[in-house]
């Protein structure tokens, strides 16, 4: 039997799609589980998104419409507008309405979402911002690795262009930073080999998940172009290809059980992750 394009025949082994590309957060997620990535990225399995997830993208599509605006319009009260717009788009999509959210649990996801637009505007003055791109899609290759990334935003600073990712989760811990660095010195590699002169990142942290009135804590987190990181990030990201490479030739994607098994939406379709639920949880197997 000839291969189909883009797959991997081993011997024994069933024929596996590789992927054509890899995201930050694909190879985020191999390094986390090899079989939770073969579940969403293989057989295509839904992973729908939480509440967390859900009002991420809904604060990302805010802060991209606003930044479409003529810098001075682009104000609280816009932002505003543009979330009352917007909103019935989200109340209408199927994951949200799947959450089955009682009445108040769904005013504190607005009074949250909302708590991350006024975040973004402790960090950043917009009017300020000299777009260049928003959610721009590249596609690229590093280091023989094909790529691909959603990057928040590229504006242009003094001395070239800054990429920007938004998260509105907790900031991490001082020794995580790196490792949440690695996803902007993706993007930064990226837009150099396609041409583009990146001088800066930085990640603005908008909220806490779940944050309520007085607990918001956005957070900047900038670093100026350092190609040492910017090495040691596409490095990782090559020899993350190089193990979904053997993984797809073998047909063997091993668990790694820790403390997210019990959120994983393939956990029943793991023994591994079963068993560490329970011994977590204390339930009797």
């Known amino acids: 039997m000839e291969?189909?394009?883009?797959?991997?025949?081993?011997?024994?082994?069933?024929?596996?799609?590789?992927?054509?590309?890899?995201?930050?957060?694909?190879?985020?997620?191999?390094?986390?589980?090899?079989?939770?990535?073969?579940?969403?990225?293989?057989?295509?399995?839904?992973?729908?998104?939480?509440?967390?997830?859900?009002?991420?993208?809904?604060?990302?599509?805010?802060?991209?419409e606003l930044l479409a605006v003529a810098p001075s319009q682009r104000t609280l009260e816009r932002a505003r507008a543009i979330c009352r717009d917007l909103w019935p788009q989200l109340a209408a999509n199927s994951d949200f309405a799947a959450l089955e959210l009682p009445e108040d649990q769904e005013r504190a996801f607005r009074w949250n979402a909302w708590t991350?637009?006024?975040?973004?505007?402790?960090?950043?003055?917009?009017?300020?911002?000299?777009?260049?791109?928003?959610?721009?899609?590249?596609?690229?290759?590093?280091?023989?690795?094909?790529?691909?990334?959603i990057v928040d935003l590229v504006d242009r600073v003094p001395d070239g262009l800054r990429v920007t990712d938004y998260k509105t989760g907790r900031p991490p811990p001082q020794r995580f930073v790196d490792s949440r660095l690695s996803q902007v010195w993706l993007y930064?590699?990226?837009?150099?080999?396609?041409?583009?002169?990146?001088?800066?990142?930085?990640?603005?942290?908008?909220?806490?998940?779940?944050?309520?009135?007085?607990?918001?804590?956005?957070?900047?987190?900038?670093?100026?172009?350092?190609?040492?990181?910017?090495?040691?990030?596409?490095?990782?990201?090559?020899?993350?290809?190089?193990?979904?490479?053997?993984a797809t030739a073998t047909g063997r994607f091993e668990p790694t059980p820790g403390p997210l098994c019990s959120w994983c939406p393939y956990r029943d379709d793991c023994p591994e992750g079963q068993l560490e639920h329970q011994r977590r949880n204390g339930i009797a197997a």
Not at 117 to 145: C, K, M, N, Q
Not at 196 to 208: C, H, N, P, Q, T
């Open 3 to 64: 291969p189909r394009a883009g797959s991997v025949i081993a011997d024994d082994a069933p024929v596996v799609e590789a992927p054509r590309s890899l995201s930050p957060s694909g190879a985020s997620t191999f390094r986390q589980c090899a079989r939770r990535w073969k579940f969403r990225y293989v057989d295509k399995r839904p992973d729908p998104p939480g509440e967390p997830a859900l009002r991420g993208t809904f604060v990302h599509h805010v802060l991209e």
């Open 116 to 149: 991350d637009i006024e975040g973004y505007f402790a960090l950043v003055d917009p009017v300020e911002v000299d777009v260049v791109d928003r959610e721009r899609d590249v596609h690229t290759s590093l280091e023989g690795v094909p790529f691909r990334g």
């Open 188 to 246: 930064a590699a990226a837009l150099e080999s396609v041409g583009d002169d990146v001088s800066e990142v930085r990640l603005l942290y908008l909220g806490e998940t779940g944050a309520g009135r007085g607990e918001r804590r956005p957070t900047e987190i900038a670093r100026p172009f350092d190609p040492e990181a910017v090495s040691a990030a596409v490095d990782q990201h090559s020899s993350t290809w190089d193990r979904i490479t053997e």
